[in-house]
């Protein structure tokens, strides 16, 4: 066995007693079951989260499954809490077969009802035989109820792929467990809408409004497990594109993906990579780079990941332990480790090059987010997420929000991209005053599932999507050279707007994104350059201001 492989189990096996501690475990509690501790315990929630629930499926792993070192395995206790946590979420579920995570009578589509779906029907498998049948039968309804909302499609502006493939992978296990030709139906019918948000040229699905590659790797998860049962050609090339392409934002450093995303997510799925290893070779060069990487505590490790979600890394470790495949003594490499080569995606406006040493790989349509690393060294040397600014009225403004009206072309050396600085929108915090009200709506509106769906699509466009333009120009130049990286930034003003605060280059991230903004150890390593008052002064004055960021490479 390869000590890289059992990497996976410990970082899982670790988390237990964590998602344990978030279980309500006292029988004689109106809410044993729940996997919420802010709602069953702290009070600090109005309702129990359904994707807390999601527990269940690691707890029927680590109890039937060999990993290395499981106290876990056979033990009584873990069967119960894991029957217990299943019993407690078909409790919670609506008439109409959904569920709510972020806030009461939301009714979500895939974030939970989807997820918990598939994580239920994952750990009834396992645990059936020792499911008393009483409670047997009303998870099986409510599975059936449930898969039946996700089959009806999403209505609450999702234009998430991960989340169209994480239907079709719930009502897929459905239908193999209920046998219901409605359900296969349903599957079919949710696979072609899924068609409609992959990128079939270059290889990516679609988040929100171009591609994220972490939420990549869960597409791949996701529709990984669904080829284990149903190795269809259909399914198999969308992997095969979706693997090639998520191989570019594997980085010499050992990180992967973060703010090039539309939705800046910085984790790796690594299940559906595993399963695909002995068929897509570079499949399996992807998951020993980032297994290496997680065994030296980068990517998003479980032990970093809020409550709330990791309930979701946990079981995935655990599957792809389960799914390890030895390597191939010769692995295909990763584009870092190519030959000199500049590529640029039309599409989604990814454009990569590498150069001797140097690997550079930029999203455009955020309107120029950069990083650039040394392959040799296995460093990064520039990590340049934009502009952003605070204007004297208060407003957020930065260059790192995607328009596709950003004029862009691609150079010898490198690339030109220009366009409009936006306005960041997810500045927004409840008050006392704000929570009554919502609450008020909640329960006034909250029970027609009509109001639900749309209340939840303004808020995503409030918060997320949409373009709030304002009269300040930017231009961005990168050229590669020889010994040399160079990149100019310029800023008009055409308005009579005046900065407060301006800061050039490092991490940073707008976009409102719950998966993201954890802490990689890479932040430390570079610095970006915040405007002094004298070149603010001047800029304000002239309207505007060069900036000029060298590296000797």
């Known amino acids: ?34 996997f919420h501790r802010d709602y069953w315990l702290d009070k600090t929630s109005d309702f129990p989260d359904a994707v807390r629930q999601f527990g269940v499926q690691s707890l029927a792993l680590v109890y039937k499954k060999d990993f290395p070192n499981n106290i876990y395995k056979g033990q009584d206790k873990i069967k119960q809490w894991a029957i217990a946590g299943l019993n407690f979420w078909v409790s919670i579920q609506h008439a109409d077969g959904s569920f709510d995570e972020f806030y009461p009578y939301e009714r979500g589509w895939v974030g939970p009802t989807a997820f918990t779906t598939f994580t239920s029907i994952e750990a009834y498998n396992l645990l059936k035989e020792d499911i008393p049948n009483d409670i047997g039968e009303k998870i099986l309804n409510t599975i059936r109820k449930s898969s039946y909302f996700i089959c009806k499609g999403e209505s609450e502006e999702d234009h998430l ?45 679609r988040e929100y409004d171009g591609v994220d590659p972490g939420y990549l790797s869960a597409t791949v ?46 984790h790796f799925y690594p299940h559906g990579f595993e399963i695909l290893s002995d068929k897509i070779p570079l499949a399996g060069s992807i998951a020993e780079k980032m297994l290496f990487a997680l065994s030296q ?3 998003v490790p479980p032990e970093i990941i809020s409550d709330r979600y990791v309930f979701y890394r946990v079981p995935e470790f655990l599957q792809a332990y ?21 590529i640029f995606y039309n599409d989604s406006k990814i454009f990569t090059q590498k150069h001797d040493n140097i690997f550079c790989i930029a999203n455009l349509a955020k309107g120029g987010v950069i990083k650039v690393f040394s392959s040799k060294k296995e460093k990064i040397l520039m990590n340049d997420c934009g502009v952003i600014g605070r204007l004297y009225d208060g407003s957020i403004i930065t260059t790192q929000w995607i328009d596709p009206t950003y004029k862009i072309d691609i150079t010898e050396l490198g690339f030109k991209v220009s366009g409009k600085f936006n306005k960041v929108p997810s500045n927004k915090l409840f008050n006392p005053l704000k929570n009554i009200i919502f609450r008020f709506v909640l329960i006034t509106l909250g029970w027609i599932p009509t109001f639900s769906h749309y209340l939840k699509g303004k808020i995503r466009q409030a918060l997320i999507l949409g373009q709030r333009k304002i009269s300040i120009n930017f231009k961005r130049e990168l050229k590669l050279e020889e010994n040399k990286l160079n990149l100019v930034t310029e800023i008009e003003i055409n308005g009579n707007q005046k900065f407060k605060e301006l800061s050039f280059g490092d991490e940073f991230f707008v976009r409102y994104v719950p998966q993201s903004r954890y802490f990689q150890s890479q932040e430390l390593e570079i610095a970006g350059k915040l405007i002094s008052d004298k070149e603010i002064k001047s800029l304000n004055k002239t309207k505007y201001i060069k900036i000029e960021s060298k590296l000797n490479l």
């Open 297 to 299: 505590n980068k990517l």
């Open 161 to 205: 792929a991960n989340h169209h493939a994480m239907a079709c992978l719930t009502v897929w296990k459905a239908f193999e467990l209920l046998g219901d030709k409605q359900l296969e139906d349903g599957f079919y019918k949710l696979w072609e809408g899924f068609k409609s948000y992959h990128n079939y040229n270059e290889g990516w699905s």
């Open 221 to 266: 998860s996701f529709l990984g497990k669904i080829y284990k049962t149903n190795p269809s050609d259909e399914i198999f090339k969308v992997l095969k594109q979706s693997v090639e392409f998520a191989s570019n934002f594997v980085y010499p450093n050992g990180f992967y993906a973060g703010s090039l995303g539309s939705r800046n997510t910085l």
């Open 1 to 34: 066995m390869n000590s890289l492989q059992n990497i996976y189990a410990e970082k899982a096996l670790s988390q237990i007693p964590r998602l344990l501690s978030n279980l309500d475990r006292n029988q004689f509690s109106p809410t044993y079951g729940c």
């Open 322 to 342: 389960l799914d390890y495949a030895p390597r191939a003594d010769l692995m295909p490499p990763l584009p870092y480790e190519k030959d000199n080569h500049n």
